[in-house]
């Protein structure tokens, strides 16, 4: 019983990461779009 808690405990940290690492990368492309547009309002 304890390897499969383990093994959830496990699964359910990569799936955190990676919703972390969605997060951050859409964060990063909101800026960069944002940046993108600004640049192209400014003459």
Known sequence: MT???ERLTNC???IRNAWHFYYALRLV???E??????ALLTP
């Open 3 to 5: 390897f499969g808690n």
């Open 12 to 14: 359910l940290r990569v």
């Open 29 to 31: 492309f909101k800026v």
């Open 33 to 38: 779009c944002g940046s993108f547009g600004i």
